[in-house]
């Protein structure tokens, strides 16, 4: 499977970006890694080698990149405020540099992404697309833990409820950004075994729903925990359903 990676100085980011691609033509998916991973985790467990038979077909090219925000709810090593702050700083990074040298990859500067993201990951796939409905048109969440307010411990955040679905969906008025989310697709998988949280799955599917947002809830039972096993057998079905 051929790779290429990129490493540059972000306008953005306090450490270097980094992204990495595999396959060599199709559509573009960007996954997120789980609780903070970096850019080659999904290549170390072995979801990128599951999607294999998709871009040895020419069908999707997979994109990653560090999950820098998601890394510094996970450490607590900063005030909340601030990990919400980065948060926000993460996600002009993903719309502002990672987007665009995609689509200069792709070499069409209109193309619209897919996205995907595990655990903590799935987090941040689902604000990409919700935030941005302009450059991503299918979100997969896979387990996903969308609830952050608990590393909060309390505080209030402007920029938390800017950035988390949970929080700003539902005041979301209508106008240009809901009319285009109308036309995108989420997918919540989750199963209800070992650190699953599938309350918060129906919780977002409720919000969605409750703005007319198309979305597909798989509720997979006790039989599928929070684990890669899982992730590698259910990711590549969902992608080509969508490419």
């Given at each position: 499977?051929?790779?290429?990676?990129?490493?540059?100085?972000?306008?953005?980011?306090?450490?270097?970006?980094?992204?990495?691609?595999?396959?060599?033509?199709?559509?573009?998916?960007?996954?997120?890694?789980?609780?903070?991973?970096?850019?080659?985790?999904?290549?170390?467990?072995?979801?990128?080698?599951?999607?294999?038979?998709?871009?040895?077909?020419?069908?999707?090219?997979?994109?990653?990149?560090?999950?820098?925000?998601?890394?510094?709810?996970?450490?607590?090593?900063?005030?909340?405020?601030?990990?919400?702050?980065?948060?926000?700083?993460y996600?002009?990074?993903?719309?502002?540099?990672?987007?665009?040298?995609?689509?200069?990859?792709?070499?069409?500067?209109?193309l619209?992404?897919?996205?995907?993201?595990?655990?903590?990951?799935?987090?941040?796939?689902?604000?990409?697309?919700?935030?941005?409905?302009?450059?991503?048109?299918?979100?997969?969440?896979?387990?996903?833990?969308?609830?952050l307010?608990?590393?909060?411990?309390?505080?209030?955040?402007?920029?938390?409820?800017?950035?988390?679905?949970?929080?700003?969906?539902?005041?979301?008025?209508?106008?240009?950004?809901?009319?285009?989310?109308?036309?995108?697709?989420?997918?919540?998988?989750?199963?209800e075994?070992?650190?699953?949280?599938?309350?918060?799955?129906?919780?977002?599917?409720?919000?969605?729903?409750?703005?007319?947002?198309?979305?597909?809830?798989?509720?997979?039972?006790?039989?599928?925990?929070?684990d890669?096993?899982?992730?590698?057998?259910?990711?590549?079905?969902?992608?080509?359903?969508?490419?």
């Open positions: 499977m051929q790779k290429e990676t990129w490493t540059w100085t972000s306008a953005h980011l306090r450490e270097p970006a980094r992204l990495a691609r595999w396959g060599h033509f199709g559509a573009p998916l960007l996954l997120f890694p789980s609780a903070g991973g970096d850019y080659e985790e999904t290549e170390r467990f072995g979801l990128v080698q599951s999607l294999s038979w998709l871009v040895d077909a020419g069908r999707i090219k997979v994109y990653s990149v560090d999950g820098l925000a998601v890394a510094d709810w996970v450490r607590a090593t900063l005030p909340p405020e601030e990990c919400a702050h980065r948060q926000t700083v996600d002009a990074f993903i719309h502002e540099e990672v987007v665009p040298r995609v689509r200069r990859d792709c070499q069409n500067d209109d619209t992404l897919l996205t995907a993201g595990v655990s903590l990951g799935a987090f941040q796939a689902v604000a990409t697309l919700t935030l941005h409905p302009e450059n991503f048109r299918v979100a997969i969440g896979l387990s996903g833990v969308y609830d307010s608990g590393y909060l411990r309390g505080a209030l955040s402007g920029d938390y409820n800017r950035s988390a679905p949970l929080s700003f969906l539902p005041s979301l008025m209508e106008g240009p950004r809901l009319q285009q989310l109308r036309q995108r697709m989420v997918v919540i998988m989750t199963g075994g070992d650190l699953e949280l599938p309350e918060q799955s129906r919780q977002l599917a409720s919000v969605l729903e409750s703005k007319g947002i198309p979305h597909s809830l798989r509720m997979l039972g006790p039989g599928r925990n929070h890669w096993h899982s992730w590698r057998e259910l990711l590549p079905p969902c992608v080509a359903e969508f490419t």
